[in-house]
């Protein structure tokens, strides 16, 4: 989904994901929930193979990303054939993203195999989900039969019609009531600032920034200046020397692009706090400890170790060559080592399996995957015993510059 300056990024939305068997009506029923035909629908089973989103804005709860998915239970995995496994792969990992689900099934399936199965894997991933039996214009479900699957599946019930529309708003209205168990207090910056604050934002604008706009990060620290009712001063690493002096007040913070750390740290007094927009993220993301932890890796490095660089997007020029060329050309220098790197962008990202062989995970900051997501990914390595860190904490490391989180 693009996402435009007047937009909610995608990565800020809460996620609601439908899933379910083939045909069970999870396209109608995005369709029927957002109000209009986003979703392609078909009686052949297996019709949508990768996820479709819908951006909608739901209140109370606010901006959201409505997600319909490929049947969890794709003959063709059954039959062996790896497109098949693919589509239902994709539909399960959005199960990582999810903040709130919606199976969906019909009264004669009611809660079989399949959908205990989601539940299972949705229970483990800490998601809530509602139940809808859909399909009641044809397939009638008794109250008995409603309140029966209810106590099953240990979730709330709604009865629906995506065809008619019956039932569909007390879902929705359902839905955009519910409170997903997000860590709603973690702001960017705005709990670490005061009303009349000041904050300098270091933004260098050269060949990897983009055209003529500001990078997701950087919109975010301004907003939440904003919203905490402090005052923002941006300027690129040029622009530093001698501005301190003229201030009217020592800044509360400096926030930097994490690229000119070093020479931004060489122009900020000692006693202003001096952070990264990447390390604003970990800290946002709400995986600080583990990629500061992560970061000590570096020194254990030896020679032949793999190491996974890891971008949460395929714009390469929001974050330029930074992973591609000038990690790896910094991560030898600074440990005198051959290493060997890998390469992963977008939804990419390996398997506990694959990634057990790294000796190092070295992410972005992340900012266009949803927290869900980046804590995931920070877990993943947490259980295949690999070490994580972002590409702020590892400058700041390389560079020996100390970090205010
Ligand atoms: N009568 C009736 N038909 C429905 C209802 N919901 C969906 N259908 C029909 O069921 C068929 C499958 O619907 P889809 O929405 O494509 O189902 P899906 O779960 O997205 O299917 P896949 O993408 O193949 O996994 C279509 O022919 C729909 O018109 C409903 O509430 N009532
Ligand atoms: S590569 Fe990572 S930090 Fe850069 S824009 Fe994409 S998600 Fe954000
Ligand atoms: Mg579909």
């Keep these: 989904m693009a996402s435009g300056l007047a937009e909610t990024p995608a990565s800020e939305r809460t996620r609601i994901v439908l899933f379910g068997r083939r045909n069970a009506g999870k396209s109608s029923l995005l369709n029927a929930l957002c109000g209009q035909p986003v979703a392609l629908v078909s009686p052949v089973p297996g019709t949508t193979a990768d996820p479709v989103r819908k951006a909608v804005e739901w209140l109370p709860l606010g901006p959201c990303l409505l997600v319909d998915t490929a049947g969890v239970d794709d003959d063709a995995v059954e039959r062996g054939e790896a497109i098949g496994a693919l589509r239902a792969g994709r539909a399960r990992r959005e199960i990582r993203e999810a903040d709130a689900a919606v199976v969906v099934t019909d009264a004669a399936t009611g809660f079989g195999p399949w959908e205990r199965a989601l539940a299972s894997e949705l229970r483990d ?36 019609s995506a065809a008619t529309g019956e ?3 007390a879902l929705r209205d359902a839905l955009a009531s519910s409170r997903p168990d997000e860590p709603a207090s973690q702001r960017l910056l705005a709990d670490r600032l005061r009303p009349g604050d000041l904050v300098v934002l270091v933004v260098p604008i050269d060949g990897a920034a983009p055209k003529g706009r500001l990078i997701l990060p950087q919109q975010l620290a301004l907003r939440d200046v904003l919203d905490a009712h402090a005052a923002a001063l941006v300027a690129q690493p040029s622009e530093l020397s001698g501005l301190f002096a003229g201030l009217p007040r020592p800044p509360r913070l400096v926030v ?3 690229q000119v750390f070093a020479e931004v740290r060489a122009l900020v007094p000692r006693d202003v706090p001096l952070t990264g927009f990447s390390v604003l993220m970990a800290r946002y993301k709400g995986d600080w400890n583990a990629l500061r932890a992560g970061a000590a890796a570096v020194d254990a490095l030896r020679d032949g170790d793999r190491v996974l660089v890891c971008e949460g997007c395929t714009h390469r020029r929001q974050c330029g060559d930074i992973g591609t060329v000038k990690i790896p050309r910094w991560l030898a220098e600074a440990t005198g080592r051959k290493l060997v790197f890998d390469f992963a962008s977008g939804r990419d990202w390996p398997d506990r399996e694959k990634l057990r062989g ?16 980046m804590r995931a990914r920070v877990s993943d390595c947490a259980s295949a015993g690999v070490p994580v860190v972002n590409y702020g904490v590892l400058i700041a490391k390389l560079r020996g510059v100390d970090l205010d989180a």
């Excluded at 989900?129 to 979730?155: G, K």
């Excluded at 900051?365 to 949803?370: A, V």
């Design 125 to 160: 991933a800490g998601t809530a989900f509602f139940l809808a039996v859909n399909r009641v214009d044809e397939i009638p479900a008794a109250p008995e039969r409603l309140a029966a699957l209810a106590a099953e599946a240990a979730a709330p019930v709604f009865a629906v």
């Design 167 to 169: 039932g569909v708003s």
């Design 256 to 258: 930097t692009d994490s």
């Design 358 to 373: 790294y000796a190092l995970v070295v992410h972005c900051g992340g900012c266009m995957l949803s927290r869900r997501e």
